[in-house]
């Protein structure tokens, strides 16, 4: 089945430094998601993308949806505190079909 | 617009229980996912309703069903409660044109 690989595992950053984060996968995808989680909550919809090469902003945070279809990155520019949780991508078919990556989660230190 | 709702948030069982939990897409949408979410296994997918059909389904066993009435509510099944089966249990509906999927907060079940 489709898989996605998204790296880094985690992170420990000093607040205001930048963060990236991306996920890579074998097969190809029409839409590409950002959610991010907080502990005990279910995951919050952050960026969505839809075009190859597309690059969207929100806020602090802007995403990529690769070239080739098969990858995305995720940008967090001068972190904040609050920025901690853990952050999913999602690939999703025309079929409605969704995979997600594992997370990565993110640790802020003040 | 009211976000997706699930009910009950925690729910505490022991082994060989069953239990029914529920969710509440947002106002017009017609599909409803299940996902189960354990440290270290990410979103595990268990089945998509739409229109009160099975559209989509993961690799779980049967004890994990599902269904889907006719204004588009939820409801997950678990029967012969294992340890294992201890996760928070996420529902995630979508209907958009663009059929991005919205998350509830999700039911944490402890199976004791």
């Known amino acids: 089945g489709q898989q996605l690989n998204q790296s880094p595992q985690s992170m420990f950053i000093q607040e205001g430094e930048d963060v990236s984060m991306n996920c890579t996968s074998s097969?190809?995808?029409?839409?590409w998601l950002w959610y991010k989680q907080d502990p005990g909550e279910g995951p919050v919809l952050l960026i969505a993308l839809y075009k190859a090469g597309e690059l969207t902003s929100n806020g602090r945070l802007t995403a990529q949806f690769g070239i080739t279809r098969k990858d995305s990155f995720l940008n967090i520019s001068a972190s904040i505190p609050s920025d901690v949780g853990i952050y999913f991508c999602a690939g999703r078919t025309n079929a409605g079909k969704s995979t997600f990556g594992d997370g990565t989660t993110l640790t802020v230190k003040p | 617009k009211a976000g997706v709702t699930q009910t009950p948030r925690y729910l505490i069982k022991t082994r060989g229980q069953q239990v029914t939990l529920s969710c509440s897409p947002i106002s017009g949408h017609r599909s409803v996912s299940w996902y189960q979410q354990t440290p270290g296994q990410g979103l595990q997918f268990l089945f998509e309703y739409f229109s009160e059909t099975q559209r989509n389904k993961g690799n779980f066993p049967g004890r994990f069903s599902g269904r889907q009435f006719s204004n588009s509510r939820s409801e997950m099944n678990v029967s012969t409660l294992e340890l294992g089966d201890s996760a928070l249990y996420l529902c995630?509906?979508?209907?958009?044109?663009?059929?991005?999927?919205?998350f509830g907060a999700g039911t944490r079940l402890s199976v004791l």
């Open positions: 995630a509906s979508s209907g958009d044109f663009k059929n991005i999927q919205y």
């Open positions: 097969s190809i995808f029409n839409t």
